[in-house]
């Protein structure tokens, strides 16, 4: 049965006292001590030197005669959710019943516009702190800031208050930071400030998504250890960059604001700006972005091991990837060997897979693009993954699995109209020696002697059905309509055995 939550009020002064040194004893890991709103204790066992307190009915009154406990057993990190307490004594004093150098971070929940008077100064005073984060709408004022030199991770999630510059000047002056989140808006706010933190490998910051007062997307060259980021809401050229996020060498970016129909193209311009030359590319993934017809040269995809390209289109037209823009990109890209192309095709394979596509590609998706048909070639040779979900196929292509001899995975789920026939699965089992999963759709009618036929011809292989029972209720007839006379008589021939 659930633990019982246990009435904090009820509980005397010697007994909190010994709760509370439990739960702050040490341990490997840093012990983390939460207050929160409400008028119970929980203890969360997946949470090791963790409690949650309310911070109502004059509890942290009750909490602040035993904090010395914190300090004596170098409790190491602290959140708070300020809520209303009796007596006029509330979070400010809290904090400065601290240890103000043992304590190592500090998180506060606020959903107020600023804090209570008097916990800025109350902050302001444990130096020891190494992390600070404020998550709702307050947010620390520029003189906290400076006088917490050791911070090195600091978060504010909300409002900036009325001085953004201050407080972006009093952030550029913490040297030692090396994460910083400032997941709000800055406006006109200059940034400048903040390009002096040499030693920051991780940075989120949004400006503003008006045009007037966004700034410029900042010169990332001048962090030199800089590893990690999330930006958005600058001004790039002629437009305003949505977020752009960069992580172990992977680059996600989407070139259309949230609920504008307007899509502004790649240019080398912005991944120059956004990947200076020590940070590596090996996966680009662009979503609602436009591809020029005739795509510039750009040095970053040379590297490119991974490209995804998601509703993407013709650059500032609503017709899908032109066969130019594709083949544009695809020739500067060399050693790529993975390819996802999702919902940019408009219903037909690209003619420059022939040509363009690089001998070391191993994993192809085209899923969601409304193909009907799929030519065969060369460039299926190779591939060990091909993903075909999501389109409106109603039969393989002719000998399709003589065309893919080295698959280890085929999706073929999300198409209403497919039949998987008997012939597929003999053709699968000759010529797709390597085939270990096949995922299907309910929907795609697999007849239950066809599924046998997979099963028994390859026991090991992992037969997949995205939903539904996999025994369809499809007709488990011989053959449909299009199979040829061989495979016709084939099917007759099983049916036979199966009867027998």
């Given at each position: 049965?659930?633990?019982?939550?246990?009435?904090?009020?009820?509980?005397?002064?010697?007994?909190?006292?010994?709760?509370?040194?439990?739960?702050?004893?040490?341990?490997?890991?840093?012990?983390?001590?939460?207050?929160?709103g409400?008028?119970?204790?929980?203890?969360?066992?997946?949470?090791?030197?963790?409690?949650?307190?309310?911070?109502?009915?004059?509890?942290?009154?009750?909490?602040?005669?035993?904090?010395?406990?914190?300090?004596?057993?170098?409790?190491?990190?602290?959140?708070?959710?300020?809520?209303?307490?009796?007596?006029?004594?509330?979070?400010?004093?809290?904090?400065?019943?601290?240890?103000?150098?043992?304590?190592?971070?500090?998180?506060?929940?606020?959903?107020?516009?600023?804090?209570?008077?008097?916990?800025?100064?109350?902050?302001?005073?444990?130096?020891?702190?190494?992390?600070?984060?404020?998550?709702g709408?307050?947010?620390?004022?520029?003189?906290?800031?400076?006088?917490?030199?050791?911070?090195?991770?600091?978060?504010?999630?909300?409002?900036?208050?009325?001085?953004?510059?201050?407080?972006?000047s009093?952030?550029?002056g913490?040297?030692?930071?090396?994460?910083?989140?400032?997941?709000?808006?800055?406006?006109?706010?200059?940034?400048?400030?903040?390009l002096?933190?040499?030693?920051?490998?991780h940075l989120?910051?949004?400006?503003?998504?008006?045009?007037?007062?966004?700034?410029?997307?900042?010169?990332?060259?001048?962090?030199?250890?800089?590893?990690?980021?999330?930006?958005?809401?600058?001004?790039?050229e002629?437009?305003?960059?949505?977020?752009?996020?960069?992580?172990?060498?992977?680059?996600?970016?989407?070139?259309?604001?949230?609920?504008?129909?307007?899509?502004?193209?790649?240019?080398?311009?912005?991944?120059?700006?956004?990947?200076?030359?020590?940070?590596?590319?090996?996966?680009?993934?662009?979503?609602?972005?436009?591809?020029?017809?005739?795509a510039?040269?750009?040095?970053?995809?040379?590297?490119?091991?991974?490209?995804?390209?998601?509703?993407c289109?013709?650059?500032?037209?609503?017709?899908?990837?032109?066969?130019?823009?594709?083949?544009?990109?695809?020739?500067?890209?060399?050693?790529?060997?993975?390819?996802?192309?999702?919902?940019?095709?408009?219903?037909?394979?690209?003619?420059?897979?022939?040509?363009?596509?690089?001998?070391c590609?191993?994993?192809?998706?085209?899923?969601?693009?409304?193909?009907q048909?799929?030519?065969?070639?060369?460039?299926?040779?190779?591939?060990?993954?091909?993903?075909?979900?999501?389109?409106?196929?109603?039969?393989?292509?002719?000998?399709?699995?003589?065309?893919?001899?080295?698959?280890?995975?085929?999706?073929?789920?999300?198409?209403?109209?497919l039949?998987?026939?008997?012939a597929?699965?003999?053709?699968?089992?000759?010529s797709?020696?390597?085939?270990?999963?096949?995922?299907?759709?309910?929907?795609?009618?697999?007849?239950?002697?066809?599924?046998?036929?997979?099963?028994?011809?390859?026991?090991?292989?992992?037969?997949?059905?995205?939903?539904g029972?996999?025994?369809?209720?499809?007709?488990?007839?011989?053959?449909?309509?299009?199979?040829?006379?061989?495979?016709?008589?084939?099917?007759?021939?099983?049916?036979?055995?199966?009867?027998?």
């Open positions: 049965m659930p633990p019982k939550q246990l009435s904090i009020g009820d509980l005397p002064d010697a007994v909190l006292s010994l709760i509370l040194r439990a739960l702050v004893a040490p341990a490997d890991d840093q012990p983390c001590f939460t207050l929160l409400g008028s119970w204790l929980e203890a969360q066992p997946f949470s090791r030197q963790a409690a949650w307190l309310a911070a109502s009915h004059n509890l942290l009154r009750r909490v602040g005669r035993h904090v010395e406990a914190f300090a004596a057993y170098e409790c190491s990190s602290l959140e708070v959710l300020p809520a209303g307490v009796a007596g006029g004594w509330g979070l400010q004093h809290f904090l400065h019943l601290l240890s103000p150098v043992k304590l190592t971070a500090l998180t506060i929940q606020s959903a107020r516009q600023s804090l209570p008077a008097g916990a800025a100064e109350a902050i302001a005073r444990l130096t020891g702190l190494t992390a600070l984060h404020f998550g709408a307050a947010s620390p004022g520029a003189d906290t800031l400076r006088a917490l030199t050791r911070l090195a991770r600091l978060g504010i999630n909300g409002g900036p208050g009325t001085d953004r510059s201050a407080l972006l009093a952030v550029g913490l040297r030692s930071l090396s994460w910083l989140n400032l997941n709000t808006n800055l406006r006109d706010a200059s940034v400048a400030p903040l002096g933190l040499a030693r920051l490998r989120t910051m949004f400006g503003s998504l008006r045009f007037d007062m966004a700034q410029p997307l900042p010169d990332l060259s001048a962090l030199p250890l800089l590893e990690t980021y999330e930006l958005g809401g600058f001004h790039f002629d437009h305003i960059m949505s977020p752009a996020e960069y992580q172990a060498g992977a680059l996600r970016l989407s070139s259309s604001q949230s609920g504008s129909s307007e899509r502004h193209p790649l240019r080398p311009a912005l991944l120059r700006a956004l990947l200076p030359h020590r940070l590596p590319l090996t996966r680009l993934i662009l979503s609602s972005c436009g591809l020029e017809h005739t510039q040269a750009c040095s970053q995809l040379s590297s490119l091991a991974a490209l995804e390209l998601c509703d289109f013709t650059s500032k037209e609503t017709r899908p990837v032109s066969d130019g823009a594709l083949s544009g990109v695809l020739r500067q890209a060399p050693h790529l060997t993975e390819l996802v192309i999702e919902g940019s095709l408009g219903g037909e394979v690209p003619e420059c897979f022939e040509a363009d596509l690089p001998d590609l191993r994993r192809l998706s085209l899923r969601g693009n409304e193909l048909e799929m030519p065969g070639g060369w460039w299926l040779r190779d591939l060990v993954e091909l993903d075909l979900g999501g389109n409106c196929f109603s039969r393989l292509p002719p000998h399709f699995f003589l065309s893919t001899p080295r698959l280890t995975r085929l999706a073929l789920d999300d198409n209403p109209d039949v998987f026939t008997l597929d699965a003999r053709e699968l089992l000759e797709a020696a390597a085939l270990a999963e096949l995922q299907l759709g309910a929907e795609s009618l697999l007849a239950p002697r066809v599924r046998d036929a997979l099963l028994q011809g390859r026991p090991g292989l992992r037969l997949q059905l995205t939903w029972d996999t025994e369809s209720e499809g007709t488990t007839s011989s053959c449909s309509d299009g199979e040829d006379e061989g495979s016709k008589e084939e099917a007759g021939q099983s049916s036979e055995e199966e009867a027998g």
